[in-house]
Every structure is written in structure tokens, then in C-alpha cells.
């Protein structure tokens, strides 16, 4: 019994009293359709309980530091292990955090380095960049450096007069400007234009001086200083967050022209091992700084040398050899996080182990997806237990156990609609059993079009001299290994040719727990004052930000308490129980419904309830884009990336423009079912004149393409390179195409 973990009575969400077992030591994926509950059960009653549980071991100083998690609704669980996460959350941190510092392989590098480089320069330390005696003289460990556009900083048709200063508390009335029109040094009333050189210099570049004739008003003890000087040492030095966005306006962020990216000293640059130095490896692709390791020999350090080695295969073992060391990690997608984070596990010496993934699957072509495979199975075969939620085929496929929840979402899932092994999946009839079951066409069509985007001979990054067209009013879908350049060429140099091309990925919509999907929608209004017309009163007791929100929570449904060393709890509101409205406002119904309850309707529920045409198209629209599950008062930050996705597109169908649409991966989050659902979708937009560019990796959605680009062939320095553009059936005659391999896999025409 204590190779089974049992999990009995799960009721988290719109999970319905859910019993089962989980064997350990096995790879047993959850799957199921968008919303039906996979999370619920792994993430928000398995993972958050056992999480919960080892955290309650710590004293309570600790667990304040550490992550609080809610207690799952579960009647019991039993023989639940530690469990480690892994999921798509990007990992972050500031400037000084990279893929060499975040997996360790750095520190490697500057142990190695400190023991065998010539000169001898000092020991490890002195050679990180986040340590004064190893960090860039002009650059500070950063690795660029930041410049004031003059252009954009000087409005030159004014005069400091009329706010010829184009910063905050320069302005007029702003008490900075006053340190240049007090000083005496120049005509305040004369246009920037037409000062001399010598006093355009003085302005912005002097670092200090006395001024010889300043007015009353100027400070006796005081120093001029130029503008430039003055703004970096107050504002750019010390990362001011308050005039980020101004800053942002004025500053040119460019590679750091001394150590031209690597961040580290002349000192540092200086120490060599086999002619290459610390800067040299963290610009190597990890193929060529793997075998950059292999030819050093030394005994002395052989226990580094294999360290390092085992790093580098890791990262080449989950698809990410394109990536140099130096890479901020700021600048990787969630799905590159996500197996930074894998390969952080791959050497530990622990083992029985609960690892949970979320959607390992995610920003990967079907190619690296083998790779990630291997990883999975090489956890289990030490001892572990793997649990994964995932849509994929192809990691469905390694499954020992699946388990499908569903049969739809929200309401309408929660429930096991099958256990068992893959092939007994294929002979199932639940909705991934058919999904899989069943093989793609591949769009035979060689459809003339009128006219064409183009980018000729365009290089960035490792694209170069790249010339591709894209047909206006048709969906092109750009696909590739992960690190190809589909995102260089499409959302970079696309972009920056066609800048009135709009881009929707998975990034957050700047929502909080006051937004919802009818204020996203600009609808909300509409439904306060229907409420306010069929009552007499005001539309603003109906907002839950206005006067009808509940005087103790605010409106926001919850109370925020905090318990000192044991840190914040929220607690839903004892006077309003959650539902965030006043007295007043709950006592008004229509069609017998509270505007609360309105809120608490799923759009299915939702979509015959009005009569206003607004609403319904409205209503309709979610329901085209999937999101009929949704409640309509359910806040965006609770929103997946996926389904954030599709409000956008939502949004965009409700505004009807026609538009030039470049979308990252709309098949992030979905179920292989769903994506029928979304094909048809992206043809309404067509059907309203959009340009639809889709960065994507899905087969099904690859396959139905009206012209196709492919970029590698591999990752990084091995990437960059147009493979094909053309129409989708003469794809798959190409050898030598990664996308063509696994396309015929899957298809019914692939003679």
C-alpha cells in the first residue's frame, strides 16, 4: 500500500468528491480539456498539500519566509511525498541573474578558472561580475550600459523658459529647472537650437562647476552640474522606479562597448585557458563550451571538469544548447524556465521524490519534446514519481498511467472520465481518446494570394540575412525548434518593418483581483445600468469599486489579516460573505437575480439571460473563443496564460477592426480537442480581413496552414536559417525538415 498514494475525497474547485490512486515510481499524466480540473487535483490538492505539510515542520519564523498555501478540500490523503514543482512561471530575478548563474555552471567556471587559468588573477570571487574586483570598470557587472538620447531628452525648438527639458521636475514650476535658469550661465529665453556648442556643452555635460554670475535665487554654497551627469547620478544610478517610464523615454540601452556583453574586467578577461577566457566561454553556444571543457586536461581539476560537463549535457538534454551563459534570465520564455528549472534536478542525489510538472510540453517543437521525454523517464528510473499535466501527444505517450478529467470545463468538469494506459486511451471514447485517435490532414490547397508582406536580407541575433513573404489576409504559421528564430524574425524584425502589427502571447493583462472578464470587455457598465434602470438608482451602486461596494472589505470580497510572525491570511468577509456589494445593492434583483449572482453565471449560463444586443454578441464571443465555463465576475488575475490569450483575441473580435495579427503559441493550455475550436476561430478572424502570423508548434494547427515558414535547423548558432516557405503540403517532402518528420507521423496523407 505504501507504493500507492491515495487521494480521497477531492473537492478543491470543481473537483466532484474525487477518489483515486496514484502508483509511485511511475510517469502518470493528468489531461483533460481547459478548466475541467486537472489543476485543481494536481497542483491546488496535491502538490499545495504536500507542500503545506513539509512547510508545517519549520518553526513559525520560517514559515513566514516560505510560501503560505491554502489547505485542500480533501477528505484525506495518504503515503504523499515531498514533492518539488516545476512549472511555467518565468524565472525573473533583476539584471544580475543569468542562465550561467541561475544553473550553477558560472560558479563552476570561476572555481576552474581561479585554480588553472594563467596569470593567476586571485581566487573564484574575483572572477564574478557581481563582485567589485571582477565586475566591468564602466558597465558594473551589468553588461550594457545606458545612454541619454539627447534628442529625446532636449526639445531644441524651446527654451528653458517655455520646458525645454523633457524629464519630470525639470519642467516649469519644477524646483530642478531651477538649477540652470538661477545659475546665470544661460539665456533662459533662447532656443536650445541656437546655443553655441560651448554652452549646449555646459548644459548637459558639465560634472561641476561655480557659476560666475548666477541670480539671488541660487544657492550660495551650491555647485552647477549639467544635465546629464545630474540625471544619471539621481535617477539611472540609483534605479529609480518612480520615473521608470520617463526614463525608459529617454535611455538607449546598449551592449557595454568595454567588455562587449561578458560583464567582467580587463583583470578578468586577461586570465586564459587554452587561449579562451572566462568572457569567451559565456559566449559560447553550450555545444561549443562543452567541448571547449573536454579539451582541457588537468588532474587538478577533474572534479570541476566533470561537474561542468554533466551541467552542459543537461542543458543540451532539454533543447536548450542554443543558449549562452551571459543570457539574462529576465529574457526567457516560460517554457526555457521551465527547463532551467528541470535541469537543476537532474544531478540530485535525492530520490524518492514527488516532481510535478506543468505542461513540460509548452514553447516546444515536437523534436525537443523527445529530449524532455528522456528527462522524465531518467526521474523515474531514479526512484522518483512523476506527475504531469499536459495535452501533448507526445508526452502523453510516456505516460504508465493517464488519467483524464473532465468531461468539460468548469461546472461541467471535475470528474474522472478515464484511467488507464495509452493504447487503452485510443480505444476510449472520451474526448482525448478521440483527439488523439484520430489523424491530421494536411491542408493541400496552393492558394494564390494578391499581395505579401516581405523582409529582405534581415539579420538579428542568430537570423541572418533572412528574406521571407507572408501573405496579407491568411494564416502563416512560422515554426522551428525551440531558439530557431520564429521569434526574432516574426516578433522583433516583423514588427520593427510593420509596427502597426499587434502581438498576442501569454503575457498578463494588467488586471487584479478588481478586474473581470465584463470590465475587460468594457460590458460591465452596461449590465450596471440595466440594474440602474429597472431600480431608480444611480449605476455606480452597482460597482463594486463605487458606492455599492461593502463598507468593511471595499469591495474586494476578502479581509487581509495580519497575523505578525505567522504572517498574512485573507479571510473572506464576515458583513458581505464574499460577495463584495453593500446591503443595498444585494436587495435589488432583476429576473430575480442579484447583480452578485449575475457575476457568479458562467457565459453558458449567462448567454440567454439578456435581451441587450451588446451583451449577447459579447456573450456569444467568449463563447467562440471557449471561455463559456468563465463566470463573468471572475477576476484576471486568477486566469491562466492560455485563457488570457483568448480574451485577447475576444477583444479583438468585439472591436471588429481589421488588423495585421501576430500570435505567440495560441495553443498554449490547450486540449488537442480544443484546437478545432481555435482553427475555426482564427478563420473568423480571416473571414473579417485580419493578417494572422501564429508562432507555433502544434502539428494540427501547423497542418492546416495556408503558407508555412519553418526556421532552423537547430537552436542558437545551429538556428537562423529560412528551412522553407511555401504551402504546407510541399512541406512534407523536405529530408531534412524536423517539422516534415513529425508532421507524416501523424498524418493520413503523408505519402
Not at 553 to 575: N, R, S, T
Request: hydrophobic share 35%; charged share 20%.
Amino acid at each position: 500500500m505504501n507504493d500507492l498514494i491515495s487521494i480521497e475525497g477531492a473537492k478543491t474547485n470543481n473537483l466532484k468528491n474525487l477518489s483515486l490512486k496514484l502508483s509511485k515510481y511511475q510517469v502518470t499524466v493528468v489531461t483533460g480539456v481547459s478548466g475541467s480540473g486537472k489543476s485543481s487535483l494536481v497542483f491546488d490538492t496535491l502538490a499545495a498539500e504536500s507542500q503545506r505539510l513539509l512547510n508545517e515542520t519549520y518553526s513559525s519564523y520560517i514559515q513566514q519566509l516560505l510560501p503560505h498555501y491554502s489547505q485542500p478540500i480533501v477528505d484525506k490523503i495518504e503515503n504523499l511525498p515531498v514533492s518539488i514543482v516545476i512549472n511555467q512561471k518565468k524565472l525573473g530575478g533583476n539584471a544580475r541573474s543569468t542562465v550561467g548563474t541561475v544553473t550553477d555552471i558560472y560558479s563552476s567556471l570561476r572555481l576552474l578558472f581561479s585554480r588553472v587559468a594563467t596569470p593567476f588573477i586571485g581566487y573564484s570571487m574575483n572572477y564574478s561580475f557581481n563582485n567589485p574586483k571582477g565586475m566591468c570598470e564602466v558597465c558594473k557587472g551589468l553588461g550594457e550600459v545606458k545612454e541619454i538620447d539627447v534628442d529625446k531628452l532636449i526639445d531644441f525648438d524651446k527654451s528653458l523658459s517655455e520646458g525645454a527639458i523633457q524629464f519630470p521636475t525639470f519642467q516649469p514650476g519644477g524646483w530642478r529647472l531651477s538649477r540652470y535658469t538661477e545659475s546665470g550661465n544661460f539665456d533662459n529665453n533662447k532656443k536650445i537650437k541656437d546655443y553655441l556648442a560651448e554652452e549646449l556643452d555646459l548644459l548637459l555635460n558639465d560634472l561641476g562647476s561655480t557659476p560666475s554670475n548666477p541670480t539671488n535665487n541660487w544657492p550660495k554654497t551650491a555647485r552647477y552640474e549639467g544635465i546629464i551627469p545630474r540625471i544619471t547620478k539621481n535617477f539611472i544610478e540609483k534605479e529609480s522606479t518612480q520615473y521608470s517610464a520617463p526614463l525608459n523615454h529617454i535611455l538607449q540601452v546598449k551592449e557595454c562597448p568595454n567588455c562587449q556583453g561578458t560583464r567582467v574586467s580587463k583583470l578578468v578577461r586577461s586570465a586564459k585557458i587554452n587561449g579562451k577566457s572566462i568572457a569567451d566561454c559565456v559566449r559560447m553556444p553550450i555545444p561549443e563550451l562543452s567541448k571547449f571543457i573536454k579539451g582541457i586536461h588537468s588532474s587538478a581539476v577533474q572534479v570541476i571538469l566533470k561537474d561542468l560537463s554533466k551541467k552542459l549535457q543537461s542543458l543540451e538534454e532539454v533543447g536548450l544548447g542554443y543558449l549562452f551563459l551571459n543570457r539574462p534570465t529576465v529574457t526567457l520564455s516560460g517554457g526555457e524556465s521551465q527547463r532551467i528549472k528541470m535541469v537543476k534536478h537532474l544531478n540530485s542525489a535525492l530520490s524518492d521524490i514527488l516532481y510535478i510538472f506543468d505542461e513540460p510540453s509548452i514553447g516546444l517543437h515536437p523534436e525537443d519534446i523527445q529530449k524532455i521525454a528522456k528527462i522524465i523517464r531518467g526521474l523515474k528510473d531514479k526512484g522518483n514519481t512523476v506527475v504531469l499535466v499536459d495535452h501533448d501527444p507526445d508526452i502523453i505517450q510516456i505516460a504508465d498511467h493517464i488519467i483524464e478529467i473532465g468531461p468539460g470545463s468548469g461546472d461541467s468538469g471535475g470528474n474522472i472520465t478515464f484511467e488507464g494506459t495509452y493504447d487503452e486511451l485510443l480505444k476510449s471514447n472520451t474526448i482525448t481518446g478521440r483527439a488523439l485517435a484520430d489523424k491530421l490532414n494536411v491542408n493541400t490547397q496552393r492558394q494564390q494570394f494578391s499581395s505579401y508582406y516581405e523582409l529582405n536580407e534581415v539579420s538579428l541575433h542568430n537570423v541572418v540575412n533572412a528574406s521571407v513573404v507572408l501573405p496579407k489576409q491568411a494564416l502563416t504559421v512560422v515554426t522551428g525548434v525551440a531558439g530557431s528564430g520564429k521569434s526574432t524574425l516574426i516578433r522583433y524584425l516583423f514588427k520593427k518593418k510593420y509596427p502597426e502589427a499587434s502581438i498576442l502571447d501569454q503575457s498578463q493583462i494588467n488586471g487584479n483581483i478588481r478586474s473581470n472578464v465584463l470590465t475587460y470587455l468594457n460590458v460591465f457598465d452596461k449590465i450596471r445600468s440595466i440594474y440602474a434602470q429597472c431600480s431608480g438608482k444611480s449605476a455606480s451602486l452597482f460597482s463594486y469599486n463605487g458606492t455599492g461596494a461593502c463598507p468593511l472589505c471595499k469591495g474586494k470580497g476578502v479581509i487581509k489579516m495580519d497575523l505578525a510572525f505567522m504572517g498574512d491570511i485573507e479571510q473572506v468577509c464576515e458583513k458581505c460573505r464574499g460577495k463584495r456589494y453593500n446591503d443595498e445593492a444585494l436587495s435589488i434583483l432583476w429576473h430575480g437575480f442579484t447583480i452578485y449572482d449575475i457575476l457568479q453565471l458562467s457565459v453558458r449560463k449567462a448567454v440567454d439571460l439578456f435581451d441587450d444586443r451588446l451583451l449577447i454578441r459579447t456573450m456569444q464571443i467568449l463563447m467562440d473563443v471557449r471561455l463559456e465555463y468563465m463566470k463573468l465576475g471572475q477576476s484576471l488575475d486568477t486566469f491562466s496564460g492560455g485563457e488570457l490569450q483568448r480574451l485577447k483575441i475576444a477583444k479583438i473580435i468585439a472591436q471588429d477592426t481589421s488588423n495585421c495579427l501576430i500570435l505567440d503559441e495560441p495553443s498554449t493550455g490547450l486540449h488537442e480537442a480544443d484546437i478545432d475550436k481555435l482553427l475555426l476561430l482564427l478563420n473568423k478572424l480571416l473571414q473579417k480581413g485580419n493578417t494572422l502570423i501564429v508562432l507555433e508548434h502544434n502539428l494540427k494547427i501547423i497542418s492546416q496552414a495556408q503558407w508555412l515558414i519553418e526556421m532552423g535547423p537547430g537552436g542558437g548558432n545551429f538556428g537562423g536559417k529560412v528551412l522553407f516557405q511555401g504551402y504546407p503540403i510541399d512541406l512534407l517532402t523536405l529530408e531534412d525538415s524536423y517539422t516534415a518528420k513529425h508532421l507524416k507521423r501523424y498524418t493520413k496523407n503523408n505519402n
